[in-house]
């Protein structure tokens, strides 16, 4: 794409009641409404809007949470939208290849090629228990796995041909690593009308960054700063090349999550009214899990014992959100308190409180100044902090030339600006 041509790409990341971890408590909201499809079909209705260029859903395998499949759950809003894409996180670890391939092909079928697949590789030793197995795998190993898994998924979505996809577990690779995956093909779907979905990766340990480099089409990262945006822009990109692909061949989107009013006072309002919503006794029960003692028994208004912290090393998952986390409150000072909220509005991603005009300034600056090609907006409380985003920041982005005033193409890949794969395919 020329890059005077450049347009701020726009995900909606939808996240039950809003990505504010108190929102369910906020005035008005009835958090049982994240199992009623209604719900999510108003949502896309005002993403696709404002022309926003897909609905995101995450997906987890424990908790308690009130959380819908993500394929079956955009399954149905693929009938009631026209345009918008569709990306359903799916992990590797619990997962087999062909029924994640088939799955992706019916919903890319279904939408007229606007599925995409968010790559992740789970996060918690609960996820692994509700799966009969007694521990989480190591975070290398996952990665190995994750990249044979897409590796495999890639395979069958060009099996359109008996036998053309054979990949024999305990076979090797090219580099010598022996396989896990044993899938004979082909997958009994025609071929996608994007030929893949859109694939979207979500990590950013180095592992993450590798894989990202190597095979995603779109990378969702948390950044805090432009700074640390910018970084990761300029390393992730700069990995491209030894895959043999161009800058313009991944979009990094980093996590925005906004308050958006008229005035500044006003976002500022009700960015208060969430935080004192915290409940703080369950709020510093989650992170007390990332240091070696229970934060409960220090002074909220006092700095966070960051001596107790375990590193990113000691960690068997989210190693990049820890390290971002660590060094944001080493370089603020924060207090516990301080860290509490920070950490409800946005878990580790961009936060923003202000004017549509301040929003669409700060992403102008990230957009020119290399360090996104858009990003996935995670509203703080739904459906108001989605609506304000697409009625007040959208047309400011359009005044400026910097976002479509009318959906382009017919794929998901197509309005990316993303080239859709080679046809290997025989039919």
Not at 160 to 185: I, M
Request: charged share 20%; glycine share 10%.
């Amino acid at each position: 794409m020329n890059e005077d041509n450049r347009k701020i790409r726009l995900n909606v990341f939808v996240h039950g009641t809003g990505h504010h971890e108190a929102a369910w408590r906020h005035t008005g909201m009835q958090p049982r409404q994240t199992l009623d499809i209604g719900y999510y079909r108003h949502l896309a209705e005002v993403a696709e809007r404002g022309m926003m260029d897909s609905i995101f859903v995450s997906d987890a395998y424990f908790g308690k949470i009130n959380k819908l499949e993500a394929t079956t759950l955009l399954g149905a809003l693929a009938a009631a939208t026209r345009h918008i894409g569709l990306i359903a996180t799916v992990g590797t670890t619990y997962y087999e290849p062909y029924h994640l391939a088939r799955q992706a092909a019916t919903l890319d079928h279904i939408s007229g090629g606007r599925a995409g697949w968010n790559i992740v590789t789970g996060s918690a030793d609960e996820t692994a228990f509700n799966f009969g197995r007694a521990a989480h795998p190591e975070h290398g190993q996952r990665y190995q796995l994750a990249k044979e898994f897409v590796e495999v998924a890639k395979q069958l979505w060009d099996s359109c041909e008996e036998g053309v996809a054979v990949h024999a577990a305990g076979s090797t690779n090219g580099e010598g690593a022996a396989r896990h995956y044993a899938v004979k093909g082909p997958l009994h779907a025609p071929r996608l009308p994007q030929g893949y979905p859109v694939l979207v990766q979500a990590g950013s340990s180095e592992s993450g960054k590798a894989m990202g480099a190597e095979m995603a089409d779109v990378i969702f990262t948390a950044q805090q700063t432009f700074e640390a945006a910018r970084t990761f822009y300029t390393d992730v990109k700069g990995r491209l090349r030894a895959y043999g692909r161009k800058a313009g061949e991944l979009l990094i989107m980093p996590g925005l999550c906004p308050i958006v009013a008229d005035t500044l006072g006003e976002a500022r309002e009700l960015e208060e009214e969430l935080n004192q919503l915290v409940h703080m006794e369950d709020a510093l029960r989650r992170l007390s899990r990332r240091f070696a003692a229970d934060l409960s028994s220090y002074p909220l208004d006092g700095p966070v014992p960051l001596h107790l912290a375990k590193s990113s090393d000691e960690m068997n998952s989210l190693k990049s959100r820890q390290s971002l986390l660590l060094e944001l409150i080493e370089e603020e000072q924060m207090t516990i308190r301080q860290f509490v909220h920070r950490f409800a509005n946005g878990r580790g991603h961009f936060a923003f409180t202000g004017t549509a005009v301040q929003l669409a300034d700060e992403m102008e600056k990230w957009f020119h100044g290399g360090a996104a090609d858009g990003f996935n907006v995670m509203p703080q409380i739904f459906p108001s902090g989605l609506e304000a985003f697409v009625e007040k920041v959208i047309p400011e982005l359009q005044n400026r030339g910097l976002f479509r005033t009318a959906y382009e193409g017919a794929s998901l890949r197509e309005r990316l600006g993303l080239k859709a794969p080679a046809q290997h395919c025989k039919v």
